[in-house]
């Protein structure tokens, strides 16, 4: 079963490596995936330098195309991971790297800390950040999409295409985890609504 928290940003960071009791014993994986286009080896960098404090030890994972997916070192550093970190970046270009790969599999069976936008892949509908529109992500959990704030035209439009399903805009400090039922661990910024009208998420 899955078992995330996905935190708005890094500004809420902190809070989300707490739900999983980090200590020098937990082995941290990073997968930069989403920052192939920012620049994998400083996203990398900057989770490390949030993580120093704990002392865990940080495998570093690029995995910034489909080839690498499937090679059997990076699923393997995922997998014996006690937590992966997802670092924020392109959504979309994390979806059709992880998608129907091992790696993707090793992901659904891992512990996972999500940064910003690139949670969003992991449900079964994602938001394309292009423009707010509802796309197929991963499939690992149902019946909640999860965003961030876009401008106000984007997430009007987003509102009225996700009718059915619960959409939860993690704000910059909101901190969601999932484990097969949704918990909030920090909300003061956090928008939970379902065709545009205020909401809560199921336990």
Known sequence: MLNAVFCGSLDSFDIAVREFGVTPTTRVC???????????????????????ASAAPVQAVAAINRA???????????????????????????????RHSALGEALATSALLCVGSTGSVLGETMIDPRGGAPTTGLGLFTGVVVSVPASAEQSQRTHGLVAKELLVELGLRSVVAYDGRWRVVSGDDLLVTRAGVPANLPD
């Open 30 to 52: 990073v997968l930069a995936t989403a920052a192939a286009f920012r620049g994998a080896a400083a996203a990398v960098e900057q989770i490390r330098d949030l993580l120093a």
């Open 68 to 98: 690498s997916a499937d090679d059997a070192s990076v699923v393997s550093a995922v997998a014996n991971a006690d937590l992966v970190v997802l670092v924020e970046g392109a959504p979309l270009h994390a979806r059709s790297v992880w």
